[in-house]
């Protein structure tokens, strides 16, 4: 805090030159690693090993790229693997959550307290990794099935009680008109109440499905089959055999096996400009809700 | 976030409404008169009691000798055998000092740069370029750790790295960065830095745009200058809002598999030279449980983990609450 309090001290003396200048420095720094990465992966793979790599490539080739979508079928499938975990999990995360988050919002439920407290406390303790592998491979059996992707990061206690929250807001004479009217709770929740409430729904949405496609740890503790790797997992896969994989032919031959021929260093690079291609493309819209909803957030208090 | 942290605070405080005994006659009255509602609650609830609290009686395996065959009740008491190979090897205090001491810096260093960005962003002189600034910033947030892992193996790759190729420009030696732990302990909290810097200054920039400009009007016409309004008014008023942030990420250091540790697995990429500077209790709980697969020993440091997670979330928000009881979590 002192250490802040002395940079406020300088504030007063600050040009805007230079606290412009700060900010152009630090997008710089959060830009060009992934501009190095896109720029290995269009470079050529024998330019690679004698030049090294660079901002931009010395030797063009889209050989990476023809690579990938010429070649194995597996990065192809880990793509499908990671759409579809995404988009039905994404899916059905909103709908738990949100309608659990507008149950507990109604003021006439006399456990919502309760529940609440029940939600809260496992943000503070939890069993720990070992009972939850035990209990997912043991007694759900849902190692090696696209079910568990989904099921692992479906249900997320702090989103439940942010969507309460933003519940509260809404105003209770039109929920107590629809009920006048005739109109069951469902009814007036799906019709009335979520239409109003888009700016929740786009956060947290974009907040699961962000989390749905860089989750690599579910993928790492119960998948075996490598047809359902997902595209995190892959590129974990990828990157962390390569050393070992560099100096061990027997090695090399049986991930060969696994996943098709080796990618080159290139390849590589391209399969992860790939996997965050959907993210690049989809920013504008990811940040503006983003920032939308945490400013949302801060003003509700 | 400022969302979140208010979302869990208001759930715990004046929400305990005293009710009436739990009868099973005003229970099922109150089930059957809003169903609806009950049945809302219904899916999310399954999964809160499968996914989080049926793990939390396995802990139970940590005082067992853990047979897949027999299953977690069948299987032997051994007391506290699964603890001991822990507590005695080097590796207890090494994982541990490693968890607090990166998770206390990385927190103090994420916390105080966010705020000063977010008071500069305030005065770049145009809202225009304060936005793009941001999405800018905001950019490595949505990355993962995997990707964060190929972005630093590109940057610091001991032949093509390109770092190293920069050092060779200026005529330095290469440095082979993945055999050095020492180089470690500055690569990872920058790591993060860059990680969530941005994302956290985003935060408390909304946190300052909810400052009534009451404040700010009324320092105006006492003649603060900048530096005192920043010193007088936005800090003091974000410091509840830093309070709720660090106790909820304090909880996450130890909360088993859900804080963000895998930077720690995926940056050094197990490489057990670097174990020393960025083996941390979540990676040697998951390395036990995948690496040697002896299930014994990873829910005994899981258990270990999460009690002392607990200690430190209950012992500071204790501290919390008795300087400032408007700021503790519960």
């Known amino acids: ?301 | 976030m400022s969302s979140q942290s208010q979302a869990v605070a208001a759930t715990v405080k004046g929400e305990r409404k005293k009710t009436r005994a739990l009868s099973p006659v005003t229970f099922l009255r109150e089930i059957t008169k809003h169903w609806a509602f009950y049945a809302m609650i219904l899916p999310g609830l399954l999964f809160l009691i499968i996914f989080n609290y049926l793990p939390m009686f396995g802990v139970v395996i940590a005082f067992k000798d853990y047979n897949p065959v027999a299953g977690i009740w069948e299987s032997k008491w051994i007391g506290l055998k699964n603890f001991e190979f822990f507590f005695k090897s080097d590796a207890m205090w090494r994982v541990t000092l490693n968890t607090i001491s990166y998770n206390l810096l990385i927190m103090f260093l994420v916390t105080s740069i966010s705020i000063l960005f977010a008071i500069l962003l305030q005065e770049t002189g145009g809202r225009y370029r304060s936005s793009i600034y941001k999405s800018l910033m905001l950019l490595p947030f949505f990355l993962s750790w995997i990707v964060g892992d190929y972005i630093v193996y590109a940057l610091l790759n001991p032949d093509q790295g390109l770092l190293n190729q920069i050092r060779e420009l200026f005529g330095y030696e290469a440095i082979d960065w993945y055999g050095e732990p020492s180089y470690w302990r500055i690569i990872m909290p920058l790591a993060y830095l860059l990680k969530n810097v941005g994302y956290t200054s985003v935060i408390y920039v909304a946190a300052i745009t909810g400052i009534s400009s009451d404040y700010y009007e009324a320092a105006e016409i006492d003649g603060a200058s900048k530096l005192q309004k920043a010193r007088f008014i936005t800090i003091p008023l974000l410091i509840p809002v830093v309070i709720i942030l660090s106790l909820l990420s304090l909880g996450k250091i130890f909360n088993g598999g859900l804080g963000d540790w895998s930077a720690f697995y995926t940056l050094p990429r197990e490489s057990g030279i670097l174990f020393s500077s960025t083996d941390v209790i979540d990676t040697y709980v998951f390395r036990a449980l995948k690496g040697v697969s002896d299930i014994g020993m990873s829910s005994a440091v899981g258990f270990y983990q999460a009690i002392v997670g607990l200690v430190m979330v209950l012992a500071t928000n204790y501290l919390v609450k008795k300087y400032d009881s408007e700021s503790s979590l519960f």
Not at chain 1, 218 to 226: D, K, M, Q, S, V
């Open chain 1, 1 to 301: 805090m002192i250490e802040l309090q002395k940079s406020g001290f300088m504030l007063g003396q600050m040009p805007k030159l230079v606290i412009n200048l700060v900010f152009i420095v630090y997008s710089l720094l959060c830009i060009l690693p992934i501009v190095l990465v896109l720029s290995i992966s269009l470079t050529d793979e024998s330019s690679l090993m004698s030049d090294g790599y660079h901002l931009i490539p010395k030797l063009f080739s889209t050989y990476g790229y023809d690579y990938i979508i010429s070649g194995t079928s597996t990065i192809l499938n880990a793509y499908k693997v990671t759409i579809i975990v995404t988009l039905v999990g994404a899916f059905s995360s909103l709908l738990v959550t949100s309608l659990m988050g507008y149950a507990l919002s109604r003021t006439e439920l006399k456990y919502r307290g309760q529940i609440s407290f029940i939600i809260f406390f496992t943000i503070l303790f939890n069993g720990g990794l070992a009972p939850y592998y035990i209990l997912v491979t043991r007694y759900l059996h849902l190692k090696d099935t696209l079910l568990i992707l989904i099921l692992a990061l479906l249900f997320s206690p702090v989103n439940v009680l942010i969507m309460r929250n933003f519940f509260k807001e809404v105003p209770g004479s039109i929920i107590e008109s629809a009920r006048i009217d005739g109109s069951g709770e469902f009814r007036t929740f799906f019709r009335i109440v979520l239409p109003v409430s888009t700016p929740v729904l786009a956060t947290i949405g974009l907040f699961s499905s962000v989390g749905y496609w860089n989750d690599w740890f579910t993928c790492a503790l119960f998948i075996e089959n490598n047809k359902l790797y997902n595209l995190q997992y892959l590129l974990q896969a990828l990157m962390s055999n390569l050393d070992y994989l560099q100096s061990n032919a027997a090695a090399s031959k049986s991930l060969e096996n696994a996943i098709g021929v080796l990618p080159g260093e290139s390849a590589r690079m391209a399969t992860c400009i790939l996997s965050i291609g959907p993210i690049i493309l989809l920013y504008p819209l990811l940040q503006k809700y983003f920032v939308k909803g945490l400013t949302l957030g801060a003003v509700k208090s």
